[in-house]
C-alpha cells in the first residue's frame, strides 16, 4: 500500500495495476449487492440481447477505483469523496483490466486531489473512465 502524503503529491502523479476477472469475484458481488438480473447470471439471456456472454457488473469493475484510491493514489491516506463514472464497453468473465490513474488537480485549501482514472481491457478498449475527487487525512 502507498503512503503518499498530501505534500508529496503532483500533477501527473500516476499509479497503475491489473486485476482479472474471475467467477468468484462475479459470484460475491451478486452476494453482497443482491443483484441478479438475467443480464449478469444467464449467458443465453445476455446472447439475445446482444452481448458476447454474460455481462459483469458494472460497479463491480468500477470497484478497482476504489482500490486505485485506497491502495495506490494516495493509498493509505485517502478519503474518496466522489466519483463520476462513465461506462463505454462491457467487461466479460476473464477479462484483464488494466487500472490507471493520474492526478490531474490539487487543492490545497482543502487538502483535495483530482484525479482521472480510466479501465481498458487487454485489448486496450476503454471500459469506463472516472474522475475521482479524493481527500488526504495525513496530517
Do not use: W
Not at 76 to 85: E, N, R
Not at 109 to 118: D, F, G, H, N, W
Amino acid at each position: 500500500m502507498n503512503k503518499y502524503k498530501f505534500s508529496e503529491i503532483y500533477v501527473d502523479l500516476c499509479e497503475s495495476f491489473k486485476v482479472k476477472i474471475t467467477q468468484n469475484m462475479i459470484e460475491s458481488f451478486i452476494d453482497i449487492s443482491g443483484d441478479d438480473n438475467p443480464l449478469h447470471i444467464d449467458n443465453e439471456y445476455a446472447v439475445k440481447k446482444g452481448f458476447k456472454g454474460k455481462v459483469v457488473h458494472g460497479f463491480l469493475s468500477a470497484s478497482f477505483y476504489s482500490r486505485l484510491v485506497g491502495v495506490y493514489i494516495p493509498g493509505k491516506y485517502a478519503l474518496l469523496q466522489s466519483i463520476d463514472i462513465k461506462f463505454t464497453s462491457p467487461v466479460y468473465l476473464g477479462d484483464c483490466l488494466a487500472v490507471s490513474g493520474s492526478v490531474s488537480y490539487i487543492n490545497n485549501t482543502y487538502k483535495q486531489i483530482e484525479i482521472k482514472a480510466l479501465i481498458e481491457n487487454a485489448d486496450g478498449k476503454k471500459i469506463s473512465k472516472a474522475i475521482i475527487k479524493v481527500g488526504l487525512i495525513d496530517e
